[in-house]
């Protein structure tokens, strides 16, 4: 690809300098037609096809330049969604945060695109607008240094200018940048507590506080802005067309006066002159365009860079589909230990909830099964074999799960319950999707399960969970973590999405994360959690008859269903 690139950058040279030719054709035919006596045909048609040719030349090189470094752009391209896809095939799935789903967004699309122009355009673009200006420089200083000298008159101007009002410009762009960071604090705070800010008649007071954030960065702002404006309009100024052409007849007219040069010479002057402020214009926007890419690239450079899960060399096979946490340890990255020391077995046809107050670690403990995170310390055993020696393909096989955050993939509602067995007959899907008890609801849609979910198939959070444990259903994994919805708790929902679950769990090794103990009843065995490490274990019997941490989340939890 680099030399595809190469190869852009030696075609644009080659096309910029045939450009160049007819500049030097039009002094040349004005030389012959302006010379005494009748013109000489067989100087004239020479020159002529020459200009033609250097004109389909320098078309012909500068389109195959930018086809060239295009094909490049479209490799690079290609090699790196490629790359991406299979580095985030590969990535824990404990990863994929918010923050980093964005990241991924933003790197796939807007980042690659910034890319574009970096390779297709930046060095062919570059190239020509260094090349013809040195070219024409060079045919001048041939012609008379005086007037390569005069072609490049007004550029002290506008590098003198420029440069000032570069001076200090990443010390006030920080101060900008922070400016505007204060301003949407305020909007956003402003935003945020508007209704209490409302309810206690402080209006007044939140819009001072924007005001003051506005007005500090538009003072800010016009302090900086304004000498920068003068400034700008003097280069403009000894860059525009007019003065070019006036500073140039000027000096052509005073030196074909003095002798110095022919006025087709001073002719050709005026010419390259007046290109000399184009390329400087393509210049400027290839560096603020080179900025962009660099930053781009920094940012898909670090999304490849994401250490992938380590995968065995020799992988192993499970030995049937019990789960067994043996003295599991597990800290996130830059956090204390999250859960510490956890022995459990759960055995295939049995049904364990993990109970605890909010952050005990219940989630983080269910999602060691299936790798999202591996363990700190201690091991996650499937079937007897740590899963970190189990191909993760044999895994997903293996463990499925339900996740309180259902995501629902744009496409239809029976590609949706298809995604973990794609070669589903109709009639499995129906028979997932009753016993799950959303078929009735897919049946309501106005295209049954060929509509679209976000088109045609909307559903609410209860449903978008039935979805899912369909879906889970069909997957027909041995083993299954449930994530229990706490926010579509409404008594219907919630009764359809325990039916459903129930008959998920039977003849599966079932890990559920309940949120509320009225559903777990009946399940064999319960592990209460506090602080990371399990602090009782046993059935709804046996922890009651305990009267530990467990009879009292009881003991409020019935006294507060019934208050
Ligand atoms: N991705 C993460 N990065 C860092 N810390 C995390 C992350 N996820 C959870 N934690 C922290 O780990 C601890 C246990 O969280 P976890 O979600 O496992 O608890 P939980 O018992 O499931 O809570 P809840 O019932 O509120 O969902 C909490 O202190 C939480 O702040």
């Not at 992938?308 to 789960?323: N, T, W």
């Not at 109970?355 to 996650?380: N, Q």
Request: a negative charge; proline letters at 4%.
């Amino acid at each position: 690809m680099a030399s595809l690139t190469r190869l852009g950058v030696v075609l644009s040279a080659l096309g910029t300098l045939a450009t160049l030719v007819p500049f030097v054709g039009i002094a040349e035919l004005g030389r012959v037609l302006l010379e005494p006596g009748p013109v000489d045909g067989a100087e004239v048609w020479p020159i002529a096809g020459v200009v033609a040719l250097a004109l389909v030349i320098g078309w012909a090189a500068n389109g195959a330049a930018l086809s060239v470094t295009h094909a490049a752009d479209h490799r690079l391209q290609a090699s790196l969604r490629r790359r991406i896809v299979h580095r985030l095939g590969r990535v824990p799935l404990g990863w994929y945060s918010d923050t980093n789903s964005g990241l991924v967004r933003k790197a796939a699309q807007d980042d690659i695109d910034d890319l574009h122009h970096l390779i297709a355009h930046h060095d062919v673009e570059m190239t020509g607008a260094i090349v013809l200006p040195l070219g024409g420089v060079a045919y001048l200083c041939w012609l008379d240094w005086r007037l390569a000298l005069l072609a490049i008159a007004t550029l002290p101007v506008y590098l003198v200018a420029y440069g000032s009002m570069m001076r200090g410009f990443v010390q006030k762009m920080v101060e900008l940048d922070a400016g505007v960071a204060r301003v949407s604090a305020a909007i956003v705070e402003f935003v945020h507590g508007i209704i209490v800010v409302k309810v206690f008649g402080q209006a007044k007071r939140a819009h001072r506080a924007y005001d003051d954030a506005v007005g500090e960065f538009g003072d800010k702002y016009a302090g900086w802005v304004r000498p920068m404006l003068k400034l700008e309009a003097l280069t403009s100024m000894a860059l525009s067309a007019p003065v070019v052409a006036l500073v140039s007849l000027a000096g052509g007219i005073w030196f074909v006066a003095e002798g110095w040069v022919t006025p087709i010479e001073a002719l050709a002057e005026v010419l390259v002159a007046m290109i000399i402020p184009t390329t400087l214009l393509v210049l400027n926007q290839g560096i603020t365009a080179q900025r962009k890419a660099t930053a781009a690239a920094s940012r898909i450079v670090a999304l490849l860079d994401i250490p992938p899960l380590p995968v065995p060399a020799q992988p192993r096979e499970p030995a049937g589909h019990d789960v067994e946490f043996d003295d599991v340890s597990f800290a996130y990255e830059g956090t204390d230990t999250v859960v510490s020391g956890i022995s459990l077995h759960c055995l295939p046809g049995t049904v364990t909830a993990l109970v605890g107050g909010s952050g005990a670690g219940k989630s983080t403990l269910a999602k060691l099964v299936p790798r999202f995170y591996d363990v700190t310390s201690g091991a996650v055993r499937v079937g007897g074999v740590d899963v970190r020696h189990i191909a993760p393909e044999v895994l997903y096989r293996k463990v499925g799960f339900v996740l309180q955050d259902v995501r629902l993939l744009h496409g239809t509602v029976v590609e949706n319950l298809r995604l973990g067995r794609p070669d589903a007959t109709e009639d499995e899907v129906i028979a997932a999707a009753t016993a799950a008890r959303i078929h009735d609801r897919v049946l309501a849609l106005p295209r049954g399960y060929d509509s679209v979910i976000g088109e045609d198939a909307i559903f609410s959070g209860g449903e978008a969970q039935r979805m899912s444990i369909a879906r889970a259903l069909l997957a027909d994994t041995p083993i299954l973590v449930l994530d229990e919805a706490t926010a579509y708790a409404d008594p219907e929902s919630e009764a359809q999405i325990q039916d459903a679950l129930s008959v998920l769990a039977r003849g599966r090794t079932v890990l559920v994360i309940a949120h509320r103990l009225a559903t777990i009843a009946g399940v064999d065995k319960i592990v209460v959690l506090d602080g990371g490490a399990v602090v009782e274990q046993g059935t709804q019997e046996e922890l009651i008859a305990a009267n530990g941490r467990y009879a009292r989340m009881w003991d409020a939890y019935t006294e507060g269903s019934t208050r």
